[in-house]
């Protein structure tokens, strides 16, 4: 191979590698958070399925399995509608479609899209850690289910340390 061909070989590589930073993440690295995350959103994904939103009141209760600081669950119908926030209440029954975060990611309408699309997954996003103002990164794990009949989903999120 002549000098030419490796070094726009080399260009090609190195330009890629630059532009993959600028892809997200799919998901968060892998920790003992994300796996604790995803397990309970799961668990919750088989109560709602099997009970609808009477389980919302297993998942309101506070230093539960379910809601401890800064753990919680949240559910949404596919069209945006809050059906569960425990630890922001006043948001039940709001619409979140077009709300973005301190970047301008219309984190919400992902956090659906995800769950229409694959069924199930991590978004990542910008919110103030509990008792804080300043946005963090944020991992939300989001499953879809049927709550009463209605699509909706099931989430959770951990701030990575």
């Known amino acids: 191979?002549?000098?030419?061909a490796l070094v726009v070989g080399f260009i090609m590589v190195a330009s890629l590698a630059a532009a993959t930073p600028a892809i997200s993440q799919q998901a968060p690295p892998p920790s003992q958070q994300a796996d604790q995350t995803r397990a309970l959103v799961d668990r919750a994904a088989a109560l709602v399925d099997k009970e609808g939103k009477?389980?919302?009141?297993?998942?309101?209760?506070k230093d539960s399995e379910?809601?401890?600081?800064?753990?919680?669950?949240?559910?949404?119908?596919?069209?945006?509608?809050?059906?569960?926030?425990?630890?922001?209440?006043?948001?039940?029954?709001?619409?979140v479609i077009g709300q973005k975060?301190?970047?301008?990611k219309l984190f919400h309408n992902e956090i659906i899209k995800t769950a229409e699309t694959k069924g199930?997954?991590?978004?990542?996003?910008?919110?103030?850690?509990?008792?804080?103002?300043?946005?963090?990164?944020?991992?939300?794990?989001?499953?879809k289910v049927m709550i009463d009949g209605t699509p909706?989903?099931?989430?959770?999120?951990?701030y990575p340390q």
């Open 152 to 158: 909706g989903l099931i989430a959770s999120g951990f």
């Open 54 to 61: 009477v389980a919302f009141t297993e998942f309101r209760k």
């Open 1 to 4: 191979m002549n000098t030419k």
């Open 101 to 104: 975060d301190a970047k301008g």
């Open 120 to 143: 199930s997954g991590w978004v990542d996003y910008m919110f103030p850690k509990p008792e804080q103002t300043e946005p963090s990164q944020k991992w939300a794990y989001v499953k």
């Open 66 to 95: 379910w809601f401890h600081s800064p753990t919680y669950l949240y559910a949404y119908d596919l069209k945006g509608n809050v059906l569960l926030n425990p630890a922001f209440p006043a948001r039940e029954g709001t619409n």
